[in-house]
């Protein structure tokens, strides 16, 4: 193994450091953050820490059998209070962007809580953590959760395979997304050795849609629009819809991923308004376009060819300051040849 890089020395000293942590992730948060916060507490407890895991939101259905072996406490005021009292650090997984991290980033301002960062978000690069483990080529945050444990000396045992499993196939799309890489599939290999059941596991984050998300996905998907010479996909979602189906925000994952598979098309854009005036904007790329400086210059962020931004606008607002940038990014790619 190579030696373990300055940032990640710093982390190491940090745990050290630390009795009783707190770890916390983005606010709707994925298998990424859910599975990288569970290894991590689970790992943390075998080195004789205290661990507890306090997230902004609620854990969705797909994701509740990671809470199998630790409770994952959502934000309540009283009792965050308490845990903030309680707790000599606190560790942020998978988002260096502060306040996306909800409802938690006030109390970090009244609790003078020493903070380390573990992401793979380029767009924040910098971290608000005193130890930030930032490292944009890393797949998922559990790949970086995953080298950590590795570098500690301590055995991965099934548990922690398990959650890092969870977050490997989730934000590489099983594999088949531009993240993944030599590294993501020995990482892998590795944790199956562990004894976990991929199949089993697959079907157990794949196996929570309903008849009414279904429905919708058919609605927006059925009126989706080809914009650019067949090479940028919109879909939109109305207020009305969300409504209709008894849906929330968190539904849509999983929706823009789907019209990638359209020949030819460069990159997705999802206008998602979950409430008048609230529109969640979510981009893929299908690999030329870099559409995270996008989201970034509008106060969100994300990844090269995965970003997002929640913009106070319409769906018709949305568009008007999304689609002339993707033109631009798509009027810059005609001097090369379509693949
Ligand atoms: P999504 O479209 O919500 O699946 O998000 C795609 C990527 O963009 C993820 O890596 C998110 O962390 C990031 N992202 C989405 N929304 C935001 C936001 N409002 N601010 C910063 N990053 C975001
Ligand atoms: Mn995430
Ligand atoms: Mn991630």
Do not use: C
Not at 14 to 33: E, K, Q, S, Y
Not at 52 to 62: G, K
Not at 292 to 301: N, T
């Amino acid at each position: 193994m190579t030696m373990p890089s300055p940032e990640r020395r710093a982390f190491h000293e940090f745990v050290a450091r630390h009795r009783r942590i707190l770890l916390t992730t983005h606010v709707n948060p994925d298998g990424d953050g859910l599975g990288s916060e569970v290894a991590m507490a689970l790992w943390l407890r075998a080195l004789g820490r205290q661990a507890r895991i306090l997230n902004d939101s609620t854990v969705p259905a797909a994701f509740t059998f990671l809470a199998r072996h630790l409770p994952i406490e959502t934000f309540e005021e009283a009792a965050a209070e308490a845990a903030f009292d309680a707790t000599d650090a606190l560790i942020v997984l998978d988002v260096s962007n502060r306040q996306r991290i909800g409802r938690l980033a006030p109390l970090l301002d009244r609790h003078l809580v020493p903070v380390a960062v573990v992401d793979h978000h380029a767009s924040h690069a910098s971290g608000f953590g005193q130890v930030n483990v930032i490292e944009p080529e890393a797949s998922a945050t559990g790949e970086i959760v995953y080298g950590l444990i590795r570098e500690s000396g301590q055995e991965l045992d099934a548990d922690m395979a398990e959650a890092l499993y969870v977050a490997l196939i989730m934000d590489t799309g099983s594999f088949r997304f531009s993240n993944t890489d030599s590294h993501a599939h020995r990482m892998a290999a590795d944790l199956l050795t562990h004894g976990l059941d991929p199949q089993r596991l697959h079907a157990q984050v794949h196996s929570h849609a309903s008849a009414a998300r279904l429905r919708f996905f058919g609605e927006v998907l059925a009126a989706l629009e080809l914009l650019e010479d067949d090479r940028i996909v919109v879909l939109e979602a109305a207020p009305e819809q969300f409504q209709r189906h008894g849906l929330v925000g968190a539904d849509t994952d999983g929706l823009v991923d789907m019209p990638r598979n359209i020949v030819g098309v460069e990159a997705v854009v999802l206008f998602s308004e979950v409430e008048p005036g609230r529109v969640k904007v979510s981009m893929r790329s299908t690999g030329r376009l870099v559409v995270d400086r996008l989201a970034a210059a509008l106060g969100g962020g994300g990844h090269a060819h995965a970003a997002g931004v929640s913009l106070r606008a319409t769906r018709a607002e949305a568009r008007a300051r999304i689609l002339p940038e993707l033109h631009r990014l798509v009027v810059a790619l005609a001097s090369e040849p379509r693949p």
